[in-house]
């Protein structure tokens, strides 16, 4: 059974970074994709980025690119989501999420981190 831990989350200034880590146990090679959500209070859950399993493909929201960078580092188990130029607005829990489907659902979910961006 693949588990997912986030962590990384905190409380930072607008204009600061943070790494947020996903560490994969059960079969990290079995997911094609893995990626990062968010969900702000009142707000629906939203696809931030994803990255498949090869690294060959990624994806990012209009909202984070050019700011936040997704990685995957298969021999740690571990995808990270390296996120700069933090805005008030990113302020949300953070959850992981696999598959091993190439499109579709997402099957895998952390239990969330929290993000939180002071201006």
């Known amino acids: 059974q693949v588990q997912l831990v986030e962590a990384g989350g905190g409380l930072v200034q607008a204009g600061g970074s943070l790494r947020l880590s996903c560490a994969v146990s059960g079969g990290m090679f079995t997911l094609s994709r893995l990626g990062w959500f968010r969900q702000a209070p009142g707000k629906e859950r939203e696809l931030v980025a994803y990255i498949s399993s090869g690294s060959r493909t990624s994806y990012y929201a209009v909202s984070v690119k050019g700011r936040f960078t997704i990685s995957r580092d298969n021999a740690k188990n571990t995808m990270y989501l390296q996120m700069n130029s933090l805005k008030p607005e990113d302020t949300a829990v953070y959850y992981c999420?696999?598959?091993?489907?190439?499109?579709?659902?997402?099957?895998?979910w952390g239990q969330g981190t929290q993000v939180t961006v002071s201006s």
């Open positions: 999420a696999g598959t091993q489907r190439a499109i579709g659902p997402w099957d895998y």
